[in-house]
RNA sequence: CGGGGUGUGGCGCAGUUGGUAGCGUACUACGUUCGGGACGUAGGGGCCGGAAGUUCGAGUCUUCUCACCCCGACCA
């Protein structure tokens, strides 16, 4: 059936690219590495952004705005920053356009400004200028700001939703009196984005710390979320960044404590981006296509009528609506499909490839019995039952499958995670199946890297609850304490 | 930046030794259909990525360019 998609197995990035724009989520665009996101994968990003909007809301969080531009000297302010991201930065060095003698537009040069405009690739150094102007005293303390924005990171390959130069993305950034109060709410805002990813996107997560190799560029510590899609490939799906006062001191950001002593403020910053589109994809869809958690699905449910002729149609469609009209009144986001120019075989297919959870059929024989037809996306069975059972049946029906993919997805992780003590497994599970793999590591960068060098895996983190364990490095064979998490990613 | 590939109606493709562009699908109209991607009939839509050259004649040959996609190195 699932003949206008490439075949997962066959080939999985083909799949992806496939599926990302027949299920019209996304398109490229005239501009190179970047994307035209469509109506119907904006409504699922909206879904994401509500419910993580909510999430910071109910932390304590409020929403700002910053300028897309950023001054060129403000990078130069904090070393690490402006290595980590020196290499993928879009420069604006003009402010005008002009005609030359052939009619070619041109860049005017005499319209070149003074100082080159950096566009955001993150907004620390934008917004901690601003923190120096609004911190003086502990009582200013802490600062819990979220920010809803694009950026642009020059990257080299790109990929749908993936990595794309210009991404969407919340970028937090709080400023705090204390180390502790800081390092806190890091933490705080890791465990909002995996309780989101298991509640919402229906996948699992790995929290945990990531080495220093890498740590965001100016962060004393990360904390990241990974998950695991199908092919086996890790996908980081969120960062939270303990900053300490490496910011604050860059932008000079004092403040009078209680005692009346000046210290330095601490800083987070944390963030997820529309890349988490591509985790839900790759965490749940299949050859027919995409299966949307309900959570974040913008229609929930699709009714489609089956007739032979018009006046048919207007005696199924009464019901329909009715039934539409009290799915809504439980919350539920129904969609009637009454458009004439499909056949239902049609659409049915279209609907599972856009992964609408669950999908209700009406025709003549339902009239007659007082049934429906429901479909379900998540293990494609179908059920016939009364229609005055739906109000009921719906709602669970929803969690059900909200739940079952949650478990499928977390099967599907124990199932790929490997306890690997030689280095001879280590590279074999990679070639076979690939997934997570819990290995010793010695704690040097340069068995990190060699590591990565010869497998092409990184350590994706060391898990919090890593447990203490005596062991060989799966490398180096020197002691180690706790397994990390290795994978290869995206 | 290396390796590979592709540019021809909206989309997917064909186009032979150079001879004036075709198929599928989508679209429009009408009719028959409608419980897993229906069918018939009629119709509209393309200076073949761009430039220069060879030739009586170029989608096709030559040179140069541009763009995009895929695979690696870099990254959320």
Redesign the pocket.
């Known amino acids: 059936?699932?003949?206008?998609?490439t075949n997962r197995d066959e080939n999985y990035?083909?799949w992806y690219?496939d599926l990302v724009i027949?299920a019209d989520l996304a398109e490229?665009s005239?501009?190179?590495?970047c994307m035209v996101i469509k109506p119907y994968g904006y409504a699922i990003w909206e879904k994401i952004q509500a419910e993580l909007d909510r999430l910071f809301k109910a932390t304590g969080h409020v929403n700002a705005y910053f300028p897309l531009f950023i001054p060129k000297s403000f990078f130069s302010k904090e070393a690490a920053h402006v290595k980590?991201f020196a290499?993928?930065c879009a420069v604006v060095t003009h402010y005008r356009l002009k005609n030359d003698e052939n009619g070619n537009v041109v860049v005017d040069p005499t319209a070149k400004l003074e100082e080159e405009l950096i566009i955001r690739p993150t907004s620390e150094t934008i917004i901690w200028h601003s923190y120096k102007n609004w911190i003086k005293s502990y009582r200013d303390l802490p600062i819990l700001i979220n920010q809803w924005a694009n950026?642009v990171?020059w990257?080299?390959?790109?990929?749908?939703?993936?990595?794309?130069?210009?991404?969407l993305?919340q970028e937090g950034h709080t400023a705090h009196a204390t180390r502790e109060e800081a390092l806190e709410e890091a933490e705080k805002m890791i465990n909002v984005y995996a309780g989101f990813s298991e509640n919402s996107m229906a996948l699992p997560v790995i929290k945990g710390y990531k080495s220093e190799n890498?740590r965001?560029?100016g962060a004393l510590d990360t904390f990241?979320i990974e998950a695991l899609m199908q092919d086996g490939k890790a996908?980081?799906?969120?960062?939270s960044h303990f900053l300490g006062q490496n910011f604050a001191k860059a932008f000079d950001v004092q403040f009078t404590d209680r005692t009346g002593k000046l210290d330095y403020v601490w800083a987070t910053s944390w963030?997820v981006?529309?890349?988490l589109m591509g985790a839900i994809i790759m965490g749940h869809a299949d050859n027919?296509?995409l299966v949307l958690p309900p959570k974040l699905a913008p229609i929930q449910v699709v009714i489609i009528p089956?007739?032979?002729?018009?006046e048919q149609?207007g005696t199924l469609s009464d019901t329909a609506k009715k039934i539409k009209a009290g799915l809504e009144a439980l919350g539920i986001s129904v969609k009637y499909d009454d458009r004439?120019?499909?056949?239902?075989?049609?659409?049915?297919?279209?609907y599972?490839?856009k992964g609408v959870p669950v999908?209700l059929?009406?025709?003549?024989?339902?009239?007659?019995n007082n049934t429906?037809?429901v479909?379900r996306r998540d293990n494609?069975t179908?059920e016939?039952i009364p229609i005055d059972k739906i109000y009921e049946h719906i709602p669970k029906l929803l969690d059900d499958i909200q739940e079952n993919i949650y478990n499928k997805a977390l099967n599907f992780r124990k199932e790929n995670t490997f306890y690997v003590d030689k280095w001879d497994d280590f590279l074999k599970v990679l070639d076979n199946q690939g997934g997570f793999i819990m290995a010793h590591w010695d704690g040097t960068v340069e068995t990190e890297e060699k590591i990565?060098e010869e497998s092409?895996a990184t350590i994706r983190c060391i898990p919090f609850d890593s447990p203490e364990e005596k062991g060989k490095c799966v490398y180096s064979g020197k002691p180690s304490n706790r397994r990390v998490l290795f994978a290869r990613?995206?």
């Open positions: 059936m699932a003949k206008f998609l990035s083909q690219n027949k490229n005239a501009v190179r590495g980590g290499k993928e950026v990171r990257e080299m390959r790109t990929r749908l939703f993936l990595r794309t130069t210009e991404f993305w890498e965001f560029a990241a996908l980081q799906a969120g960062t963030g981006s529309t890349r027919h296509g089956i007739y032979k002729n018009i149609l004439d120019n499909n056949k239902p075989g049609w659409k049915f297919a279209d599972e490839l999908r059929a009406i025709g003549p024989r339902d009239l007659e429906i037809e479909a494609l179908k016939t990565k092409k990613s995206y």
